[in-house]
């Protein structure tokens, strides 16, 4: 299986950062996600109940968002693949957080994670 499903910088407001002032109002940050699939029924039915629905992973990640009260986008990051994993039962999963503008001089810093189902499973 090598199909992906993927959001490119979804824009959500959250609750993130270390310093006091950041924690103050939520931010704009932008995440980016790829759900490893396989796309081959819904190709062959065109019927969307047979693929895994962008949309519903979209709003799933924006109501996380809402309630996210963490400091660090890597913390964000590894929630957004466990959710991706653990409701949307995907395989294997790849998330880009960015906050923009936090480095004077750069556009955006985040960090990139690829987690697997395995990653899950109780030991």
């Known amino acids: 299986m090598k199909d992906w499903i993927e959001i490119f910088d979804l824009r959500v407001r959250t609750l993130i ?9 939520k931010q704009e940050i932008l995440v980016s996600v790829r759900l490893l699939t396989d796309i081959r029924r819904a190709a062959a039915s065109d ?3 047979h693929s895994l629905n962008y949309r519903d992973v979209s709003k799933r990640i924006l109501r ?10 890597e913390r964000f990051a590894e929630e957004v693949a466990r959710l991706c994993v653990a409701e949307f039962h995907a395989p294997k999963v790849q998330v880009r ?13 985040g960090v990139a994670i690829e987690r697997e189902a395995s990653d899950y499973d109780p030991k």
């Open 47 to 49: 019927d969307l109940d």
């Open 97 to 109: 957080v960015e906050k923009p503008g936090a480095l004077r001089f750069a556009r955006s810093v």
């Open 64 to 73: 996380f968002a809402e309630t996210f009260d963490g400091r660090l986008v």
């Open 17 to 25: 950062g270390v310093e006091d002032w950041e924690r103050r109002e």
